[in-house]
C-alpha cells in the first residue's frame, strides 16, 4: 500500500457524512460570534499580559494562584459554567490582592473581550482544543492543560489554529520546564546511559470507587448544556461532573490521559521520537462494580521505528490501587518518609507511601529514573554505581508568558506541536484498549493503517453547535 493510501481521506468523509462535522465549516455556525482581527499587541516593559483562566475548580485554581504572583501577568478575567465555582474563584482572586476579575460563564463571550492577550484553559479535556482553537481565532494566545486534545481530530485542528494565527500556545507539561528534568534528557542524548531503547512510564496512583449515583436534577448555577459542550447529550448525574468526569469516555482519557499524559510525554521526550509505528493496549476495571467507564489496570507498548532502520520501544501502565514502587520512585529512593494520604474516600484517612509516578529509561550503559515532575537518579555499569543526579525547579506558567511578551515560539518548553504528538499516544492506546487490538500507524500522514472503526474513533465525535472547526 502507497503512504498516499494511507491517509484518512475516505474516513474523512465518512465522518463528515455521520454530521458530527457538520455545520463546522466556520467560527459563526459555532458561537454566532464574529471576531474582529486586532493588531498584534507589542509589550513594553513595565506592561503585563492579560489572561482569562476558564474552568476554575481545581486545577484552575493552580493557574489562577500561578499567574498572579508572575509580576508580568495580570489575571484579568474568570469563567467557568458553574456560577457557584466562578464566584468563590472570584472572591479568592480579590484574596490574593489582586483586582476582582471579569466575570464570564460562555468562553465564547470571554473572546470577544479584546483586553484579553492570553486564555488558560483548565476545563475537562473535551473541551480542550476547542477553547484552544477559539482564542486563536479571536487573536489570543493559549496556555492548554494536558491532554492537548480528547480526540485526534482537535488536537490536529488546535496545530492549524495556533500555526494559521500565529499564537502561542504551550500545553501544560510543567516537567518540560523543570531544570533537573531538561539535565535528565540532556545526559541520555549525551550517552550518559549509551543507546536508549526502552523507556518505561509508571502512574501508579491510588483510586478508591466512585459508586454509583443516579440522575438527578442540575444544581442551582450550574450551566449543564455548556458544560457538556462538545460532547454527548447525557441526564445529570454527580459522578459525571466535578472531577470524576474523568473516568467517562464522553469526557476524559482515564489515567492514561489525567496523570499518565506527563509521564507519556517524559519518554517519548527522552526516547526522542515523534509518532510511533505499532500501538497496543490491554487492560480493564478491576475490584469495584461502579459507575467508571475507564480502566483502573491499564498496559500500553508502543512501537518507534527510526530514520535509521532502528525500533525504540516505550511501555506505560497505570496502576490503581495497592502496589510496589519500581527504581526508588515513590517509596523513598528520591525522598525520604512517607506522606498522609488525602483519603481513598469515604472520610477514611492512613498514612501511605507516596504514589509511584515517574519514568525509566534503560540504555546500554545504564539506566535513568524521574520521579514526578523534578527529579532523577542515574545508575552506571553492570554493578549499578549511582551515577548523577538532581532535583530542580522550573515555572511553567512565567516560560508561557514570557514567550508571549516576546512573540517568539521557540522559546516555549512544551509547545502545542509537541503536546499534540504526546497526546495522540494517549487517544492511540485507548483506541487500542477500548477496540481490543493492535494499531498501526502511520506518523507521515496521521493516520491509523488498514482500520476504518479505529480512524473514526480516533476522530472523535463533537456535538453541534460545540463543532470542531474544520476549517480552522
Not at 88 to 117: N, V, W, Y
Not at 255 to 260: I, P
Not at 410 to 433: C, F, I, M, R, W
Amino acid at each position: 500500500m502507497s503512504q498516499e493510501s494511507h491517509k484518512p481521506e475516505v474516513n474523512r468523509r465518512e465522518f463528515l457524512k455521520t454530521g458530527a462535522a457538520a455545520g463546522a465549516a466556520g467560527l459563526t455556525a459555532f458561537s454566532g460570534i464574529t471576531f474582529i482581527t486586532r493588531p498584534e499587541r507589542v509589550f513594553g516593559a513595565n506592561d503585563r499580559v492579560n489572561v482569562a483562566v476558564c474552568g476554575l475548580r481545581g486545577r484552575g485554581w493552580d493557574h489562577i494562584r500561578s499567574f498572579a504572583r508572575l509580576p508580568n501577568a495580570n489575571v484579568a478575567a474568570l469563567c467557568d459554567v458553574d456560577e457557584n465555582v466562578l464566584d468563590k474563584r472570584l472572591a479568592d482572586t480579590e484574596k490574593l490582592g489582586h483586582p476582582q476579575p471579569a466575570r464570564f460563564i460562555d468562553c465564547r463571550k470571554l473572546m470577544e473581550d479584546k483586553s484579553i492577550d492570553a486564555v488558560s484553559v483548565a476545563t475537562p479535556d473535551h473541551w480542550h482544543s476547542l477553547i484552544g482553537i477559539l482564542a486563536c481565532q479571536a487573536g489570543k494566545d493559549a496556555y492548554v492543560e494536558k491532554p492537548v486534545s480528547h480526540a485526534w481530530f482537535d488536537g490536529h485542528q488546535l496545530v492549524k489554529a495556533a500555526e494559521k494565527y500565529d499564537r502561542i500556545v504551550q500545553m501544560g507539561a510543567q516537567s518540560r520546564s523543570n531544570s533537573a528534568i531538561q539535565e535528565a534528557v540532556k545526559h541520555m542524548r549525551d550517552g550518559l546511559i549509551g543507546e536508549v531503547y526502552l523507556a518505561r512510564g509508571l502512574c501508579y496512583k491510588w483510586r478508591d470507587t466512585i459508586g454509583h449515583t443516579p440522575v438527578s436534577s442540575v444544581p442551582p448555577g450550574v450551566h449543564y448544556d455548556l458544560w457538556l459542550g462538545p460532547a454527548p447529550e447525557h441526564a445529570f448525574t454527580k459522578n459525571r461532573f466535578h472531577y470524576n468526569w474523568h473516568w467517562f469516555w464522553d469526557y476524559g482519557s482515564g489515567d492514561l490521559g489525567n496523570q499518565g499524559i506527563h509521564e507519556v510525554d517524559i519518554c517519548r521526550w527522552g526516547l526522542g521520537v515523534d509518532y510511533p509505528s505499532k500501538i497496543t493496549a490491554i487492560g480493564g476495571k478491576f475490584m469495584f462494580n461502579d459507575d467508571q467507564q475507564t480502566p483502573n489496570v491499564l498496559n500500553c507498548a508502543y512501537e518507534f521505528k527510526l530514520p535509521d532502520g532502528s525500533t525504540r520501544m516505550m511501555e506505560f501502565e497505570v496502576r490503581g490501587w495497592i502496589t510496589n514502587h519500581e527504581a526508588g520512585i515513590g517509596g523513598g529512593g528520591f525522598r525520604s518518609g512517607g506522606v498522609p494520604a488525602a483519603g481513598l474516600g469515604g472520610g477514611r484517612r492512613q498514612r501511605r507511601e507516596p504514589d509511584t509516578i515517574g519514568n525509566i529509561f534503560y540504555g546500554s550503559k545504564g539506566y535513568l529514573a524521574i520521579q514526578g515532575y523534578d527529579s532523577y537518579k542515574t545508575w552506571l555499569g553492570p554493578n549499578h554505581e549511582p551515577g548523577p543526579e538532581a532535583h530542580g525547579e522550573g515555572d511553567h506558567f512565567a516560560n508561557f508568558i514570557n514567550a508571549v511578551i516576546a512573540r517568539k515560539k521557540q522559546d516555549l518548553n512544551a509547545p502545542v506541536e509537541e503536546g499534540h504528538k504526546s497526546t495522540l499516544l494517549v487517544n492511540l492506546a485507548n483506541v487500542s484498549y477500548r477496540l481490543g487490538r493492535t494499531i498501526n500507524f502511520d506518523g507521515a500522514t496521521e493516520s491509523i493503517i488498514g482500520d476504518e472503526e479505529a480512524s473514526r474513533m480516533l476522530y472523535g465525535t463533537f456535538r453541534a453547535p460545540f463543532n470542531i472547526p474544520e476549517n480552522v
